[in-house]
């Protein structure tokens, strides 16, 4: 397949890239700043670029069979401007013109699936997110919005606490009352999760929290 990633110099984007590439797709990444790529191959394009370039973003969609996005919100105190939930609005955009009907993301919990059921965990994540990053918050629900509100075929995951460690290869994945899923998952799963969903299609559209 053909797959645009967004977010490729992140430490979970990175490593999408990497599996996309093992697996023999074709990947285009679209990043602001080309020297922070880590793997580089015969079978990988570059765009740079910024969030906000409607036509370079278009142009890094352009062919695709999906889209990968690993962007998230910066977790800074006093940020006030919302860049990603803006760009991920230009990426929606762009699928759209170009007909590229595949989305996959992520988010968190603090962001409710309408499949979760009402529990203390799912009341108070959105208040503990709003009181120590309110801005984040905003760029999540902004962004996923942007997603869940347009026609793409689209599945978003929701990360709690991602963390640099070894993958277990094992996924939890469900709504929050409705199944066990904790909080911690290894990125390197969670990038395994995310290239998955290009030949699954039990959560579209869907936003499923994961854990391992």
Do not use: C
Not at 191 to 201: G, H, K, N, Y
């Amino acid at each position: 397949m053909n797959v645009t990633v967004f977010g490729a110099t992140g430490q979970i984007g990175r490593l999408v890239v990497r599996d996309l590439l093992a697996a023999g797709h074709d990947v285009t990444v679209y990043v602001r700043n080309p020297g922070k790529l880590v793997d580089r191959g015969p079978r990988q394009s570059t765009i740079a670029g910024e969030l906000s370039d409607d036509a370079r973003i278009q142009q890094a969609v352009r062919g695709a069979d999906a889209v990968i996005s690993a962007l998230g919100p910066l977790l800074r105190r006093g940020f006030t401007a919302t860049p990603v939930a803006d760009g991920t609005k230009n990426i929606v955009a762009a699928m759209q013109t170009e007909h590229v009907g595949r989305y996959i993301g992520l988010a968190t919990p603090s962001v409710p699936d309408e499949r979760d059921s009402p529990t203390l965990k799912a009341k108070i994540l959105p208040v503990i997110a709003g009181l120590l990053f309110p801005n984040a918050l905003n760029e999540l629900v902004g962004m996923t919005a942007a997603v869940t509100q347009s026609d793409l075929d689209w599945t978003i995951a929701r990360i709690t606490r991602p963390a640099r460690r070894r993958p277990k290869g094992t996924v939890r994945v469900g709504f929050l009352g409705r199944d066990k899923v904790g909080s911690v998952m290894s990125r390197a799963d969670i990038a395994t999760f995310l290239v998955a969903q290009l030949a699954d299609e039990t959560f579209l559209p869907a936003a499923p929290a994961i854990s391992n």
